[in-house]
């Protein structure tokens, strides 16, 4: 089963230390609500992220099985870590380890579906596919900087282009569909920031 931790790295503030820890048990009784659903998935079916522009990028699927496995072993950290502009936490696809702010967990949990929404979106982030398709958007970004002539090495302004916005897009969808998969309620909130076609660099 996934786990939960939590950890804080500024100086202690009271009401910042309550709220990271509200975040924390939210995702943790979360992972273990549906824990056992995320098992009991047939193995052998799949979940598609479909494209808005299959002949530019092809629906992607991604084995339940592999879904369930990395499940069984993905951490989440819940943390007050500061982050630029447009992160709410951060990913590391060879160690299935997943940051995300408190603020971020609290933020989404406010509305129905938010929380299991965001988890799902981390988790995809997480799969061999979501890596795949963060390396070709982020390959393009600095294959489009050096078109244009700018230096963006760092990724400074990676997250406000339509190349971070693919990233975004693909997880979303997959956490939709996984959403569906698990019987849990839809998301029902503010729309997004981005719009959220994955192959539409346009959108």
Not at 164 to 181: K, M, P, Q, T, W
Request: hydrophobic share 30%; proline share 5%.
């Amino acid at each position: 089963m996934a786990s939960v931790r939590s950890e804080t790295t500024l100086p202690f503030d009271a009401q910042r230390d309550q709220e990271l820890k509200t975040a924390a048990t939210a995702l943790q009784d979360f992972v273990t609500k549906i824990s056992p659903t995320v098992q009991g998935l047939d193995r052998k079916a799949f979940v598609t992220i479909r494209s808005a522009n299959p002949r530019h990028i092809p629906d992607v699927r991604i084995r339940i099985k592999d879904i369930q496995a990395l499940w069984s072993r993905i951490a989440f950290i819940v943390t007050d870590r500061q982050y630029p502009p447009g992160y709410g936490g951060s990913f590391d696809y060879g160690s299935t380890t997943s940051h995300i702010r408190y603020d971020t967990v609290n933020g989404w949990n406010a509305h129905p579906g938010g929380l299991g929404l965001i988890a799902l979106h981390e988790l995809l982030h997480s799969t061999k596919e979501g890596a795949k398709v963060w390396k070709k958007q982020w390959k393009d970004y600095r294959a489009d900087c050096r078109k244009r002539g700018a230096r963006d090495d760092e990724g400074k302004h990676y997250w406000t282009s339509p190349f971070f916005s693919e990233v975004e897009e693909f997880c979303y969808h997959g956490s939709r569909e996984l959403n569906g998969l698990l019987g849990l309620p839809p998301y029902s909130g503010p729309a997004f920031a981005h719009g959220y076609e994955y192959g539409n660099l346009d959108e």
